[in-house]
């Protein structure tokens, strides 16, 4: 795509902010001698780490360090490239940010290193979203799956499929000149049998695409009921031995906590709600309110009830008010003192589990029930992915069963062919409106 690449020298830390052994400051743009000659007298040898004195203006010392010079097009943005290695302080690196600065450097934005890497051709679209990803990655499955789309994994199998409806629609477009051999072509093509290759494939590519998004996004849980019914107990048996991270939600309702676990390396986002009563305190209203809303951005709820006594009034008040479609699990908790086993039944209000926080007994139903939502199985090559992937995948599917609908009318089949080629494209970026651009890297980090 013809987009016009910015030339710009644009300059950021692209190391965490904080203290750390060492610290970098990237440039790229398109004369980047003159900065490596200011900032340290001399332009580097190409990609060999050179010890040298970085210095301000005025030729006094800023930091001792390497700096890194990756010509174009051989670097991450495609343009010419230098690192500054400093020593990791705030201090030390934005005194060599803002010599960088001085010297007609912008401020890089938010994702600009990896858009610039997209604009020049040296990522597609899919993969630059993979580099945000790896770097927000929360479990250890899903920084995985991130570097396989970041290797070009995802891409892959959308070029595959590309090819193939290239093909076919080079067969139909060849065929449609003549037009007395119509019916050969759907026999000569093999149009039909095609077809449901194509689809099988996607379908496969789905199903890879389902499981990345489940990791790149995780499950959203919330765990209602009355106090003391066991919300904090279970929320810390869920997380198990893995790390829990469970932080009070500053200004709301002293109870609501929310915790950061994983299951099976889906992360799972809970959030432990104290009891939704009806209460005249201004600031317990509108942490009350602030749960309704999470509530209906939920995966799952977890209704939590006392295996002894079910559900209370107040439980059916909570339940009135879910929104009809969300998925809810009731937990009975305390097995333990209710005397009666750890189960999972299937009841008219959905499913039921039986089980102890306290004990742990019968937790595993509920993380199984809990994958089994998510629509998980675990496998090996799963690539991260995006909601906006998983409509593509989806989009391109319907323009394929729609084209098999309009056999023999090779003009219509060629144009669902044309939409879905269209859609499916979009993953990668071959057609991608720029605010979508915009939205996709303007939530990277700086740096970035
Ligand atoms: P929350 O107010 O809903 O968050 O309830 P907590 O998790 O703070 O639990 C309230 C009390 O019930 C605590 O004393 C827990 O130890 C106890 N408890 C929670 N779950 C169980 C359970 O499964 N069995 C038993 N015996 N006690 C439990
Ligand atoms: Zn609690």
Not at 42 to 56: E, N, S, Y
Not at 60 to 78: N, R
Not at 148 to 157: K, P
Request: aromatic content about 4%.
């Amino acid at each position: 795509p013809d987009r016009a690449v910015p030339s710009e020298t644009i300059a950021a830390i692209a190391t965490a902010s904080g203290r750390g052994g060492v610290g970098i400051v990237r440039l790229s743009g398109r004369t980047i001698g003159a900065y490596a000659q200011a900032l340290c007298g001399k332009l580097p040898v190409p990609r060999v780490a050179t010890l040298v004195d970085f210095l301000a203006a005025d030729d006094s010392l800023l930091d001792t360090g390497l700096i890194l010079y990756f010509p174009a097009p051989y670097s991450f943005t495609g343009e010419d490239v230098i690192e500054l290695h400093g020593h990791g302080g705030p201090m030390v690196l934005q005194l060599l940010l803002s010599r960088c600065l001085d010297l007609g450097a912008r401020l890089a934005e938010p994702g600009e290193f990896t858009r610039r890497a997209f604009l020049n051709g040296k990522l597609d679209l899919a993969q630059a979203e993979a580099v945000a990803d790896l770097i927000d990655a929360s479990t250890v499955a899903a920084a995985r799956s991130a570097v396989r789309s970041l290797h070009g994994d995802f891409s892959r199998e959308i070029h595959f499929l590309l090819d193939q409806l290239t093909e076919l629609r080079a067969l139909t477009e060849a065929t449609l000149d003549f037009p007395d051999e119509e019916i050969d072509f759907l026999e000569a093509a093999d149009a039909f049998g095609r077809l449901d290759r194509l689809q099988a494939r996607l379908a496969s590519v789905r199903d890879r695409a389902h499981q990345g998004r489940l990791l790149q996004s995780g499950l959203h849980v919330v765990i209602v009921g009355q106090p003391n019914v066991g919300k904090s107990s279970l929320l810390n048996r869920l997380a198990g031995d893995e790390l829990a991270i469970v932080t009070p939600i500053a200004g709301t309702t002293r109870d609501v906590v929310r915790g950061s676990l994983q299951i099976e390396g889906i992360p799972l986002h809970v959030i432990d709600t104290a009891g939704l009563r009806e209460t005249n305190d201004e600031v317990e209203r509108i942490g009350i309110e602030r749960t309704w809303r999470e509530i209906e951005r939920a995966d799952v709820v977890l209704l939590l009830v006392d295996a002894r006594v079910g559900v209370t009034p107040a439980d059916a008040e909570i339940i009135a008010r879910l929104a009809p479609g969300i998925v809810r699990i009731t937990v009975c908790n305390k097995a333990d003192l209710a005397g009666c086993p750890v189960a999972r039944s299937q009841t008219r209000d959905g499913v039921e589990i039986r089980l102890s926080a306290k004990t742990g007994e019968g937790i595993g139903l509920l993380r199984d029930e809990l994958l089994r939502i998510a629509g998980w199985h675990p496998a090996e090559d799963v690539f991260i992915a995006r909601e906006r992937h998983l409509r593509a995948l989806a989009d391109t599917g319907n323009h394929i069963g729609m084209a098999r609908a309009q056999l023999p009318q090779l003009e219509l089949f060629a144009e669902e062919l044309r939409l879905a080629q269209r859609a499916l494209s979009s993953i990668t970026g071959e057609f991608t409106a720029d605010d979508l651009l915009g939205e996709i890297f303007g939530r990277f980090c700086i740096g970035k």
